[in-house]
T-cell receptor, first 113, second 115 residues
């Protein structure tokens, strides 16, 4: 089985722009969650989707949004980028909403200049 | 949310057994304890998961005392390639499918294996 795929791997944007990151979960996995990782804050939960529904959202401003499609693929969007949004964005999938075993992708490294 | 506390860093030598302890005083009845390993610029990788007592797989053992307020990840005979950050994770609001779940990663433990 292919693992979790995130695209693009690297991204450079400037302040004020918006960005869309993509995540393809492992085949058959219905839960997709997103995390932001920075050296100062560590791994922080952004949101989780299960069967196209956002089930929970972390403590991030409304500029961060996401969605999940019927094939379980997910996208997250960040609008009006700020310098502090520079981070590694990680996507994780799991078979169900209650299984704690998460399978992570390699992430998208976003740099905001 | 159940918060976890781990040592910030640990050093070990090749071939030694390493034990990393995680404190989670507010663990809930339905919570499982899961450990992940992360290398730089990669996503975390699942190591082991348990609820109580002892769990062992091909790479590690997880020891959980009866009160479940802490857990210890044991890595037998570490090698240089085990140098990584190790995260202890306690699940939240597990239950029937459809209930909200928010997973909290702590600061992690940077394990450095020396030759």
């Amino acid at each position: 089985k292919a693992g979790v795929t995130q695209t693009p791997r690297y991204l450079i944007k400037t302040r004020g722009q918006q960005v869309t990151l993509s995540c393809s979960p492992i085949s058959g996995h219905r839960s997709v969650s997103w995390y932001q990782q920075t050296p100062g804050q560590g791994l922080q939960f952004l949101f989780e989707y299960f069967s196209e529904t956002q089930r929970n959202k972390g403590n991030f401003p409304g500029r961060f949004s996401g969605r999940q499609f019927s094939n379980s693929r997910s996208e997250m969007n960040v609008s009006t980028l700020e310098l502090g949004d520079s981070a590694l964005y990680l996507c994780a999938s799991s078979p169900t909403a209650t299984n704690e075993k998460l399978f992570f992708g390699s992430g998208t490294q976003l740099s905001v200049l | 949310l159940a918060k976890t506390t781990q040592p910030i860093s640990m050093d070990s030598y090749e071939g030694q057994e390493v034990n990393i302890t995680c404190s989670h005083n507010n663990i809930a009845t339905n919570d499982y304890i899961t450990w992940y390993q992360q290398f730089p610029s990669q996503g975390p990788r699942f190591i082991i998961q348990g609820y109580k007592t002892k769990v062992t797989n091909e790479v590690a053992s997880l020891f959980i005392p009866a009160d479940r307020k802490s857990s210890t990840l044991s890595l037998p005979r570490v090698s240089l390639s085990d140098t990584a950050v190790y995260y202890c994770l306690v699940g939240d609001n597990l239950g029937t499918s459809g209930s909200a779940r928010q997973l909290t990663f702590g600061s992690g433990t940077q394990l450095t294996v020396l030759p």
